[in-house]
T-cell receptor, first 114, second 110 residues
């Protein structure tokens, strides 16, 4: 297992377009988290799943954002009608979910909205 | 609301000098505190957590509930310690999610 995998690594899009990112967690991990990181800031929590259930969404996650984890394995994060303010690094992390286990992070998807 | 503050954006020291990266948090309960590190062109990874009371790569951190701090320390910095360091907080009733500080860039000069 090579760890948490994210695809694509980079995405350039025009304002108003829809984009979708994918995250493949470590295989036995039941918790999956999405974070957003902008330049000079720490990662900000967006949402998390336990298996296929989305248990929490941050206020940062506007109606244009939607995340799914249909079979409790990989997850997708979709942003509709992208705005320039959506430009950021989108990080995925996973954990075994037994209490406060450490999170394993992916390399992230760098989104640039022109 | 929970918050983590790292007051220094950049900390620059010479090799062999002591290092202290500051972290303060606000939370009324009993949090779990972590330090994560990101080396150049690598992914974010756990450095240490307070509950483990361990020393990793010579770094230690002590939770001070009175001062609500979790400063990261190393007595003798090495060039390979240069990286971004993030302090993070989690609580048992929040599903393990982490709340991160803004990060401190540590630069160790030869």
């Amino acid at each position: 297992d090579t760890g948490v995998s994210q695809d694509p690594r980079h995405k350039i899009t025009k304002r108003g377009q829809n984009v979708t990112f994918r995250c493949d967690p470590i295989s036995e991990h039941n918790r999956l988290y999405w974070y957003r990181q902008t330049l000079g800031q720490g990662p900000e929590f967006l949402t998390y799943f336990q298996n296929e259930a989305q248990l929490e969404k941050s206020r940062l996650l506007s109606d244009r954002f939607s995340a799914e984890r249909p079979k409790g394995s990989f997850s997708t994060l979709e942003i509709q009608r992208t705005e320039q303010g959506d430009s950021a690094m989108y990080l995925c992390a996973s954990s075994l979910g037994q209490g406060l286990e450490k999170l394993f992070f992916g390399s992230g998807t760098q989104l640039s909205v022109l | 609301a929970q918050r983590v503050t790292q007051p220094e954006k950049l900390l620059s020291v010479f090799k062999g000098a002591p290092v202290e990266l500051k972290c303060n948090y606000s939370y009324s309960g009993s949090p779990e505190l972590f330090w994560y590190v990101q080396y150049s062109r690598q992914r974010l990874q756990l450095l240490l957590r307070h509950i483990s009371r361990e020393s990793i790569k010579g770094f230690t951190a002590d939770l001070n509930k009175g001062e609500t701090s979790f400063h990261l320390k190393k007595p003798f910095a090495q060039e390979e310690d240069s990286a971004m360091y993030y302090c993070a907080l989690s609580t048992y009733n929040q599903g393990g999610k982490l709340i991160f500080g803004q990060g401190t860039e540590l630069s160790v000069k030869p």
